[in-house]
């Protein structure tokens, strides 16, 4: 038994510890994803330029996506297989003219959450996007963007909380069956014994019964 409890304990302080850590990791998660400037943070702000390859594909991106652009006043167009968002985009790199960007947008039924447009890069070098009612928006998949640290909290919380809940739920498991009740003096009665007292006798008439017979046994075994 002493074993057993080491055991438990050692599982228990485990599972504080692992579910203490997840805790930490998703304080920092929430701290650095309100900081950076991504996409899906209704606070962050653009970069005022994106560094992109002409010729390549990018997305562009703003908090909410389609539905914030539509909010915001930005037309709706038919499309093949139903509304599509037409927002009207330009681009500007360094004090060359401002030229209009074509884009490819996303439809009102789209799934992505902050993507509403992709587009080919037209020149390579640090593009200032704008588009029409928002203003500079997000190239989430520039060649300079800026990786995601937050996520990996994220990731290291949900890791910890796998480890540390099956073993907080092991440790209590087993501490439930260490604390089975059992009637006084059963193990010290011989099972024949216990099994002649009647079912219907009191529990306390029971134990005197059965603690009686016991030292009888003993008694007339030193006897014989």
């Known amino acids: 038994m002493p074993t057993r409890a080491r055991g438990t304990r050692a599982r228990l302080a485990g599972a504080v510890v692992a579910v203490l850590l997840a805790a930490v990791c998703l304080g920092v998660w929430r701290v650095l994803a309100g900081v950076q400037q991504l996409p899906y943070s209704d606070s962050a702000t653009p970069p005022s330029a994106a560094r992109v390859t002409?010729?390549?594909?990018?997305?562009?991106?703003?908090?909410?996506?389609?539905?914030?652009?539509?909010?915001?006043?930005?037309?709706?167009?038919?499309?093949?297989?139903?509304?599509v968002l037409d927002p009207s985009c330009t681009w500007v790199v360094g004090n060359s003219d401002v030229q209009a960007l074509t884009v490819d947008a996303e439809s009102l039924a789209t799934k992505a959450v902050?993507?509403?447009?992709?587009?080919?890069?037209?020149?390579?070098?640090?593009?200032?996007?704008?588009?029409?009612?928002?203003?500079?928006?997000?190239?989430?998949?520039?060649?300079?963007?800026?990786?995601?640290?937050?996520?990996?909290?994220?990731?290291?919380?949900?890791?910890?909380?796998?480890?540390?809940?099956?073993?907080?739920?092991?440790?209590?498991?087993?501490?439930?069956?260490?604390?089975?009740?059992?009637?006084?003096?059963?193990?010290?009665?011989?099972?024949?014994v216990r099994a002649d007292v009647p079912a219907d006798v009191p529990a306390d008439v029971r134990a005197d019964v059965q603690g009686g017979a016991g030292t009888r046994r003993e008694v007339g075994g030193g006897l014989a």
Do not use: K
């Open 114 to 192: 902050n993507t509403f447009a992709h587009f080919q890069a037209p020149v390579s070098g640090q593009l200032h996007i704008t588009c029409s009612h928002w203003g500079t928006v997000f190239v989430p998949d520039s060649d300079d963007r800026r990786s995601d640290v937050s996520l990996w909290y994220l990731v290291l919380a949900a890791v910890f909380l796998s480890v540390g809940l099956p073993l907080g739920l092991a440790s209590a498991r087993s501490a439930a069956g260490g604390r089975s009740p059992r009637s006084a003096g059963d193990d010290d009665v011989p099972a024949d």
């Open 54 to 83: 002409e010729g390549s594909t990018y997305s562009l991106a703003v908090p909410g996506g389609v539905r914030a652009m539509t909010a915001r006043g930005v037309p709706v167009t038919a499309g093949a297989s139903g509304d």
